[in-house]
């Protein structure tokens, strides 16, 4: 059956089976990889994405129930000339091994920002227990989080 | 130039694309004419394979073919071991599908190649598979009573027994002062990687020519077992290295699919892709450190160990895979540690079981032992009323004893000796950061509902293995030079390190550096891979050995250009100089490549020390880490960070196998933990008070870096230390862990039977 949505700014359309998981969707008709696969059961997080503005698990979303919502995916989060100021705290941390849970982190811990930028590492640290990471060990990467808080601050509250 | 990138915390090369996503795993792969691979996998944890009907699979619409046993001329071939390739071992080895008998659930049974996935997975409802159960064997007490063979032609179900010695641990015993005799258990946990296994393979039928992606870990040798297996030269195989998603010891090990979709593609003549679930995943892949021990030591009364005694029994699963002896010799010959024990018997058998098979985890055998080991020290100073730290200071081997031979191992023996080491000034270091005399203070108190529990404890971890890696440099056009390595990638940092290491041996800036090629088969004329930590040491080494190489061809070369003789030659960042003013740039040699390798027989031993603080809710069983201090020294550090994140990593990993990761079966050989929900991983508010401290006072002698492996000294201590911990916690109820992992049931049991007896 038919789908639209606006992806990282772009409205499109996809034929998709009532079946497909947004995940797949994204992953292998739209050949957005950037999202990964971990589990499909929705304990993992590696296919986080944001769907209107809310984290949420891709693979734990029927394609068709995006119809006419908007998704902002790793991809959309990134762009070529710079890394963002949360991806370049995850580099500066040391909060990346082999990159597989990155994506589902960075668009998690976008997401708790953009909401809570004055968050404390207990609340970054209950966000982030949704996504697992199993090479870093969680502390480099609670510290890129509280590291990035600044740049999701409003300008008036920067010093 | 002298660079000093060694040593410096350089921020990675490899992060660029991955915090983007635009690091390219297997599945992220697509071309055109792509089949899927989905695989039927036995239910049945035992039995005999009746009959397999698929004719009514073939005909629907989407399937290309379903590929069993039967399509393989002269049989599924097996899968051969990679280490400790003993022929006592060859019976069990696995064959790459269920031909006659199924032995564990989760063994492949047939293959579905489809249009995708779904249509894949429907499919494998249709296929009718009849299958006669036979009892399991579903623990080493039932598999070793022998009634139930899963190799009926071998007589019995144990592989092996391994057995570590020096000095006469019998006589040793008989004149003691004091013995005590334990007995422990450790769980069965694995390396579990966030990115399941991948493998896609493409058939070029014109050229003959197949290439494998998804490689991992140990390309070249999976890449002469593949030739072997399917009739081609070994040439004509590309394995072909992507983005790896953890690799941890289990991934890229040689897995049935390897095989199977090759196969699978050569079969349709189209590229075919296997993606793992996470059911699959946790059935599939290697599981990992179950074992069980008696074990007794033998002191005099001032605390100094007069010999070490036991006998481990492991849990080896339904077939002998890759490198799965390796645990198991382990424990047997680390059984010791870093303590000096001049006698020593240790013995170690394995156990075939109607379960998934198991291979390395990172800290192989070495989990294990520091479990039963640091346990049963604490338990000496106990008996003995002796100082826990003062029982292990006066016990480590000392400085002066370096280097110091382990005990003989047999069969398969390999000579081995701890090449440096002060494993008291690093036991030290930790007490001073950790703030030992003043948190010791808190043994057992209990604090607004909770009982405080301290710990500490010693390890070694060997890195490192030979015996061969190489390397190559080529300048590219622009003068820049490209680095080729047979070391492998598991997310540990390799693009980053080995630009440091050539940056600083060709004395260039790093940005000069255009990139560090790994891990595929087609960048270097053999290569070994990543794995017992060794790809920073042998990569690294094999490095320096280019660059004197490339160095030596572009004095012969300039000399040549320039007329005069190669020693008259100065190569320096800005370019090439020779006699009388003449003078080229790197640009003008493009082209020139030069190998290099590194050969190793012995094993680098980093070393330390841990301490944990916990609490212990005694009426939940729920145990709290309130602080982790390891330290660690791994010899010359390429990068202080990539180090820091190993051992926080590693240490994360041994926290889950010590609290938290069970893979259960029930006595009929049913996996209980089918899912992330049932299998319990760390997360990110489970720990978060972990410190490393990493240092480099003892360069190893044994490489010309002087690094030692390091990627695996954080898991090591963690279950000893942290049932050390609970036990001093808990020492009010006269609590002693056993067994691993220390579930809040667990730990509550061991309460309420304390209670009971006081």
């Known amino acids: 059956m038919p789908l639209s949505f606006e992806v990282n700014g772009k409205q499109v359309t996809v034929e998709v089976e009532p079946r497909m998981t947004l995940v797949d969707c994204l992953r292998h008709k739209l050949r957005l990889t950037g999202t990964h696969v971990g589990c499909e059961h929705g304990v993992c997080g590696a296919c986080t994405i944001l769907l209107d503005g809310e984290a949420v698990r891709a693979c734990l979303i029927l394609a068709v129930q995006a119809e006419g919502c908007k998704i902002v995916t790793i991809e959309g989060l990134s762009n070529d000339e710079a890394l963002t100021p949360l991806q370049a705290s995850f580099r500066r941390h040391h909060a990346v091994q082999c990159g597989f849970c990155t994506p589902g982190m960075i668009t998690t811990a976008h997401a708790l920002l953009s909401e809570e930028p004055d968050c404390d590492a207990d609340r970054v640290r209950e966000v982030l227990s949704g996504n697992i990471c199993r090479c870093t060990g969680y502390i480099s990467i609670v510290e890129a989080v509280l590291d990035a808080r600044s740049a999701y601050r409003p300008p008036e509250s920067q010093p | ?758």
């Open chain 2, 1 to 758: 130039m002298r660079n000093s990138f060694v040593g410096s915390p350089v921020e990675r090369r490899e992060d660029l694309r991955f915090v983007r996503g635009r690091g390219q795993y297997v599945d992220d792969l697509n071309p055109d004419g792509l089949l899927h691979a989905v695989i039927l996998r036995s239910s049945f944890a035992h039995g005999r394979i009746r009959s397999i009907d698929a004719s009514a699979t073939v005909k629907l619409a989407g399937v290309h073919a379903v590929i069993t046993a039967r399509d393989m001329p002269g049989g599924p071939p097996r899968i051969p071991m990679r280490l400790q390739p003993l022929p006592e071992f060859m019976p069990f080895e696995q064959g790459v599908i269920a031909d006659t008998k199924v032995r564990y659930v989760g063994e492949p049974i047939a293959v579905v190649v489809a249009t995708s996935v779904a249509v894949g997975e429907d499919a494998l409802d249709h296929i009718v598979v009849d299958i006669e159960p036979l009892p399991a064997v579903s623990d080493c007490e039932t598999s070793a009573a022998g009634d139930r063979l899963l190799f009926e032609q071998q007589g019995a179900n144990c592989a092996m027994t391994f057995t570590a010695e020096c000095g006469d641990a019998d006589a040793a015993f008989k004149a003691a002062a004091y013995v005590r005799r334990e007995k422990f258990r450790t769980g069965r946990h694995f390396g579990l990687t966030l990115e399941p296994r991948g493998v896609m393979a493409e058939w070029d039928a014109a050229t003959g020519r197949l290439t494998v992606s998804g490689a991992a870990k140990v390309p070249f040798f999976n890449r002469r077992v593949l030739a072997e297996q399917m009739g081609l030269p070994e040439d004509s195989i590309a394995m072909i290295e992507n983005d790896v998603g953890g690799g941890f010891g289990a991934r890229g090990e040689f897995y049935p699919e390897d095989f199977l979709i090759p196969f699978a593609a050569r079969y349709t003549g189209r590229p075919v892709k296997w993606i793992e679930d996470r059911r699959e995943n946790l059935m599939a892949m290697n599981h990992a450190r179950q074992a069980q021990v008696e074990v007794e030591i033998a002191c005099a009364h001032d605390g100094t160990i007069l010999a070490l005694r036991g006998h481990a029994h492991v849990d080896m699963g339904a077939y002998m895979r890759t490198n799965g002896a390796v645990a198991a010799r382990n424990i047997a010959q680390f059984m010791a540690g870093p303590y000096r024990i001049p006698n020593i018997r240790v013995k170690s058998s394995l156990w075939m079981t109607n379960k998934t098979p198991v291979g390395t985890y990172r800290g192989p055998g070495r989990f294990e032992t520091d479990f039963f080991r640091e346990r049963l020290l604490d338990m000496v100073a106990k008996d003995l009323r002796l100082d826990r730290v003062e029982l292990r200071r006066r016990n480590l081997i000392p400085a002066s004893h370096m280097p110091y031979p382990l005990p003989a191992i047999a069969p398969f023996p390999a000579s081995d000796e701890i090449d440096s080491g002060d494993y008291r000034a690093t036991l030290d270091r930790c007490l001073e950061e950790f703030g030992w005399a003043d948190k010791a203070k808190l043994a057992g108190k209990l604090i607004d509902g909770r009982f405080h529990g301290l710990a500490v404890g010693c390890f070694i971890e060997g890195g490192a293995a030979g015996p061969k890696e190489t390397a190559r440099l080529e300048i590219n056009p622009d003068g820049s030079v490209a680095v080729f390595i047979g070391s492998s990638a598991v997310g540990q940092g390799v693009e980053t390190v080995f630009a440091q290491i050539a940056a600083d041996a060709l004395e260039i800036p790093m940005d000069r550096i255009s990139g560090v090629h790994h891990g595929s088969t087609a960048y270097v004329s053999d290569g070994y891979g990543a794995y017992h930590s060794r790809s920073v040491v042998m990569g690294g080494s094999a490095l320096l050995d280019a660059t004197k190489n490339l160095h030596n061809l572009i004095r012969t070369a300039a000399a040549k250009r320039f007329g005069c003789l190669p020693s008259e030659i100065k190569i320096s960042e800005d370019g090439i100089v020779g006699p009388h003013g003449s003078s080229a740039r790197f640009a003008d040699f493009a082209g020139l490549t030069a190998e290099g390798a590194f050969l190793n027989k012995k094993h680098t031993y980093t070393f330390g020390a841990h301490a944990a603080h916990v609490t212990v809710d005694a009426r939940i069983g729920r145990i709290e880490i309130i602080d982790y201090l390891a330290v660690t020294d791994c010899g010359r550090i390429i990068n202080p960070m990539t180090v820091r994140g190993q051992v926080i990593g590693s240490l994360v990993q041994g926290l889950g196998g010590a609290l938290l990761e069970d893979l259960k079966y029930d006595k009929d050989g049913q996996l209980l933990t089918g899912s992330l929900a049932d299998y319990l991983l760390p997360s990110a508010s489970d720990f978060p008070n972990l410190r490393a401290v990493v240092t480099e006072m003892f360069p190893s002698p044994i490489n010309p870096l002087g690094a030692k492996g390091a990627g695996e000294g954080g898991i090591i201590s963690a279950g000893g230390v942290v049932a050390n911990a609970v036990a001093n916690a808990l020492g009010a109820f006269g609590v002693e862990p056993r067994e691993l992992p220390l579930t809040p049931q667990r730990v509550w049991e061991m309460v309420e039977a304390g209670r009971l007896a006081t």
